[in-house]
C-alpha cells in the first residue's frame, strides 16, 4: 500500500529556513511524480513544487522560485523540500502527493493531478 509520511515542519522567524522530508513506503520512487502542496483552512490545496524521480526536472510555482529547492534521494525513498528565505505568508499545512511524471511547468503542479496524500506537516513563519 503506497503511503506517504511528511515531516521536518515546525516554527520559524521569517527569513529563517526549514525542510520538509516526504518519506515514501509500500513503492519505489523509481520514475513517477512527487508533489508538494500547502492548504490553509477554508482555502484550495496550493501547489508549491514537484519533482519527476526519475529524470529529476523540477517545477516551481512563482511564488517560491528562487527560495525553495526540491530534491529527491531515491536510495531513502524520499523527497525533500528545502524552504530558504520564509515569509508569515508560507505559513500552510504542507502536503505532499504522488503523480505521473509530466511537464508541470511553469506554474508547478496542479493537486487535481496528485493523490495518495500524506498527513501533513504544519510550517508557521512568525516572529
Known amino acids: 500500500q503506497a503511503r506517504l509520511v511528511e515531516s521536518g515542519g515546525g516554527l520559524v522567524q521569517p527569513g529563517g529556513s526549514l525542510r520538509l522530508s516526504c518519506a515514501a513506503s509500500?513503492?519505489?520512487?523509481?520514475?513517477?511524480?512527487i508533489g508538494w502542496f500547502r492548504q490553509a483552512p477554508g482555502k484550495e490545496r496550493e501547489g508549491v513544487s514537484c519533482i519527476n524521480t526519475g529524470d529529476g526536472r523540477t517545477f516551481y510555482a512563482d511564488s517560491v522560485k528562487g527560495r525553495f529547492t526540491i530534491s529527491r534521494d531515491n536510495a531513502k525513498n524520499t523527497v525533500y523540500l528545502q524552504m530558504n528565505s520564509l515569509k508569515p505568508e508560507d505559513t500552510d499545512v504542507y502536503y505532499c502527493?504522488?503523480?505521473?511524471?509530466?511537464?508541470?511547468?511553469?506554474?508547478?503542479?496542479?493537486?487535481?493531478?496528485?493523490?495518495?496524500w500524506g498527513q501533513g506537516t504544519q510550517v508557521t513563519v512568525s516572529s
Open positions: 502527493g504522488l503523480g505521473r511524471p509530466g511537464d508541470y511547468g511553469p506554474v508547478g503542479p496542479r493537486a487535481a493531478d496528485f493523490g495518495d
Open positions: 509500500g513503492f519505489s520512487l523509481g520514475y513517477l511524480a
